[in-house]
């Protein structure tokens, strides 16, 4: 179609829980998720560590050969809160900095189930979307 503009998405950031949750659905959502992602050679940015969702996501997608880039806050590496990424790491050193970078590094944005924190981040994306910061496209994954 004539001036529609078709964005070619090569990397996405995953928002999602550090923990697992009460519902393996969840679990393999991530999984497939990442499983998705790996076969459709998009690479991950994410919040790091490979505990719980977030962990089931990059493990997936590193599966694939795939390009993971854990984004990780001074205070969650001095305290040990993500566990290992399990590919490469930018380290900053606030939470803004981290979703900027995020942002500026990513194609897309993908919310899963998650914590206070991931709702932060995804109520984030979408109010700098409204305020024409980024024109990058969201969306919430339910199971």
């Not at 969702?53 to 969650?76: D, Y």
């Not at 930018?90 to 979703?99: N, W």
Request: hydrophobic content about 45%.
């Amino acid at each position: 179609m004539k001036g529609v503009s078709v964005r070619k998405i090569k990397t996405i950031c995953v928002f999602c829980g550090a923990n697992s949750g009460k519902d393996v659905a969840f679990v393999n959502a991530a999984f497939h998720l990442g499983e998705v992602l790996g076969k459709r050679k998009i690479d991950l940015v994410y919040g790091g560590g490979r505990l719980g969702l977030m962990g089931c996501v990059s493990t997936a997608v590193a599966q694939h050969e795939r390009q993971v880039l854990g984004i990780i806050p001074s205070a969650f590496i001095v305290n040990n809160l993500v566990g290992e990424t399990c590919g490469k790491e930018i380290k900053v050193a606030t939470m803004h900095e981290r979703l900027l970078t995020m942002m500026e590094l990513s194609d897309a944005f993908i919310a899963l189930p998650g914590g206070f924190g991931t709702l932060e981040e995804l109520f984030q994306m979408i109010s700098w979307a409204q305020l024409n910061i980024h024109s990058k496209p969201n969306r919430r994954v339910k199971h």
